[in-house]
């Protein structure tokens, strides 16, 4: 055999009927491919650790009962290769599942040999393509999407991101100001198959309607005063690439009609111009406006909305996600000064600021602590921090306990802050009635108040 020509490879044949695995696994062969048979779950597993196949023929049906279940459980643990699951006919809902759990492809039984053979030779491509993305990333600490974050509404924003990436599906993203949500269109970018192609920005709320209707169509010589060539627009700038809609929300409305009719047929035309052009481009948005609520005011157009969510993502505000504080420093301290650490006490103080800016304003606050840093210096402590952060006159100390490693002071002071702001909240912000639910004096309850910058 060889395994290793462009036409052939390893493949392992799942199937518990005898006679599929003598036909399928004679045709295979007689491609030229490198054929490993198994009946049964367990041995699929086995024979997938020991072969390594490139590819993963699985008829779902399992023994000892031909149980479908028992096939689609094997589908997530045969990870990191393409699996192409032969189904019976009709098995719509099946495949669909199937699909879910992450197949890449699917064979209706009987089996036509020439859908076989290019099913085949098309998964084996897809195979070595993504055998070769995974050796070029690796060694260069390659964070496939930029996005620092371990709490859960950053693991499922992550796992989102890398699940719709390699899509055409339009990407709506959401979120609070400076939380991200460049980064993660940047991340569906880099992971899609355009990524080799342009990723072209709009601000759609810089210009007026017309400015930036000749902004993202182009215009035609002529067309206005001053247009004095024809200008290509940023979406044919973006053909064969992405097309980022930042701050869609802005967008005026004369100018939400004409995108919707380039988002649904695919073709505009420049300012000025008759003949209509087109573009291949993925399209990707962002706001931080609450985009649903406009819709049901009518400031914006439900059906571009609709058009643009094919799915939303959220990026989560930082008081969200407190956890993720301390990690998102430290990077970020790392950027400006590899060598430089926070003090004892330093991340406690960060952890516990409110950061309305989000990520932003924390980057920004802890990159211009570490420019602070005197050549000799190489800690950044609460003094540093707030002289950065500009809240010097009425200095938001955290207790800083001798020995303490600051992360477990973060933890404590972040639970302390929101059974403080729980309570106040609930007590529609009477000091006394607050500090009666907690148990403490009033008084004591003012000290933590300010202690925690919640005054
Ligand atoms: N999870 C994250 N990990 C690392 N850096 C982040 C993260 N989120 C945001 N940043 C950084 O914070 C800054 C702001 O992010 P970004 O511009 O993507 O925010 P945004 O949501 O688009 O904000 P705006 O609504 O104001 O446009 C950038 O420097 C970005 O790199
Ligand atoms: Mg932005």
Not at 39 to 47: K, T, W
Request: proline letters at 6%.
């Amino acid at each position: 055999m060889h395994p290793s020509t462009p036409e052939t490879g390893r493949v392992l044949l799942v199937d518990d009927e005898a006679a599929f695995q003598r036909l399928g696994g004679n045709f295979l062969r007689s491609l030229g491919h490198e054929v490993d048979i198994a009946g049964d779950g367990d041995a699929a597993l086995s024979r997938f650790a020991k072969q390594r196949p490139e590819l993963v023929l699985l008829d779902l049906a399992m023994p000892p009962h031909r149980d479908p279940e028992r096939g689609l459980e094997l589908i997530p643990r045969l990870a990191g290769v393409p699996v192409v699951v032969l189904t019976g006919h009709g098995e719509h809902e099946l495949a669909l599942r199937a699909a879910e759990l992450g197949a890449w492809d699917f064979i209706t039984k009987p089996i036509d040999p020439d859908l076989l053979r290019f099913v085949v030779a098309r998964a084996l491509r897809k195979s070595r393509l993504d055998a070769e993305l995974a050796r070029l990333r690796a060694g260069q600490e390659f964070d496939e999407s930029g996005l620092v974050g371990l709490t859960p509404p950053m693991q499922q924003l992550r796992a989102m991101v890398r699940r719709v990436a390699p899509t055409r599906v339009s990407v709506l993203v959401l979120g609070p100001t400076g939380t991200g949500k460049e980064l993660v269109a940047r991340a569906l970018h880099e992971g899609s198959p355009r990524r080799d192609g342009p990723f072209v920005v709009v601000h759609c709320g810089a210009l007026s309607a017309e400015l930036l209707e000749s902004e993202l169509f182009g215009h035609m010589k002529g067309s206005f005063t001053g247009a004095y060539r024809d200008q290509p627009g940023l979406v044919e700038a973006a053909h064969g690439g992405t097309l980022f809609l930042d701050e869609v929300g802005e967008m005026p409305p004369p100018m939400q009609v004409k995108l919707l009719r380039f988002l649904q047929e695919g073709t505009f035309i420049p300012v000025g111009g008759r003949a209509q052009r087109q573009a291949d481009v993925r399209v990707l948005s962002a706001t931080h406006r609450d985009l649903e609520a406009m819709v049901r005011e009518g400031g914006f157009r439900e059906d571009l909305f609709y058009r643009l969510k094919g799915v939303i993502l959220r990026t989560p505000a930082l008081a969200e996600r407190t956890a993720d504080v301390p990690l998102l420093a430290a990077r970020f301290l790392k950027g400006v000064a590899p060598q430089a650490r926070f003090a004892a006490g330093a991340l406690a103080w960060v952890t516990a600021r409110g950061w309305p800016g989000n990520v932003r304003e924390l980057k920004a606050i802890v990159e211009s602590a570490g420019a602070l840093l005197l050549p000799d210096q190489s800690e950044v402590d609460t003094e540093l921090l707030t002289l950065a952060a500009g809240d010097g006159t009425e200095p938001r100390r955290t207790l800083e306990p001798p020995g303490g490693t600051g992360v477990l002071d973060a933890a404590l002071n972040e639970l302390e802050r929101r059974l403080i702001q729980d309570a106040m909240s609930a007590a529609g912000g009477n000091q006394s009635e607050a500090a009666r639910q907690l148990g403490v004096s009033r008084v004591g309850l003012i000290k933590k108040l300010t202690r925690l910058g919640l005054r």
